[in-house]
């Protein structure tokens, strides 16, 4: 077994105590950590290649994260969640349990698919291909099972159903489902969604939210119980 994998696997074990990211940034050049640290990291997680965690976001068990991955502020991935290429999700994220970002794709125009073959029989590459990076908005509930595939863009407030293959993007505050995804509904009216896109509560802090109390606590039923940006209050 190789140091490298030793250093892995033993990072992975502990749950990537931050006095282990420094050592893995300065020792191994593939990795780039960049881990708030409040963020919170369970056991059995993998992190390869270059990964920022946002302050207090959270990663359940098992959860990889392998490739140009981004999680914002708040956001929650919950067990065996695979994010794999270049991925970016925001702030206040739900991610469900068993939910895969597969941003990366095997080529299928040559004789054939598999990378080992091409590395270990052939001294050769087979480089991935893929249509784009995969970007995630803000408050944004991704259902288990849930799949989500290369140089899709799903908005901020969406909803994607559990099982769901999304293949292209969804619009903010769009819910989506099935094989490949479709749009069944809309969380709210296209009033209320304006409102929302244009107050961004996601960007503010801990305290503007908590003084924002009332707002979170109500059903949103017409514009007035969205505020206007400039009218809610501030830190």
Known sequence: MSLDTIVERSASALGYPPVTHGLLNRYFDATELEIAPSARISIGCLLRSRVDIGPYARLSRGCILDGDVSIGRRTN???????????????????????????????????????????????????????????????????????????????????????????????????????????????????????????????????????NRAFFERRLEDTGDVPFARAAPID
Not at 139 to 151: K, N, P, Q, Y
Not at 156 to 178: L, N, S, W
Not at 183 to 201: K, Q, T, V, Y
Request: proline share 7%; with cysteine; aromatic share 8%.
């Open 77 to 211: 991935l919950e067990p065996d969640c695979d994010l794999v290429g270049e991925v970016e999700i925001g702030n206040f994220c739900a991610i469900a349990r068993e939910s895969t970002f597969q941003q990366t794709n095997h080529r299928i125009d040559q004789p054939s698919m598999q990378i080992r073959l091409y590395e270990e029989v052939l001294d050769s590459e087979l480089p991935p291909t893929a249509d784009g990076p995969i970007s995630v908005g803000s408050d944004v509930w991704i259902g288990t099972g849930a799949t989500v595939l290369s140089g899709v863009s799903i908005g901020d407030g969406a909803v994607v159903g559990a099982g769901a293959v999304v293949t292209r993007d969804v619009e903010p505050y769009a819910i989506v489902g099935g094989v490949p995804a479709d749009r069944i509904g809309w969380r709210f009216p296209p009033e209320i969604r304006s409102r929302l896109l244009e107050l961004e509560w996601w960007e503010w802090s801990d305290r503007r939210i908590r003084k």
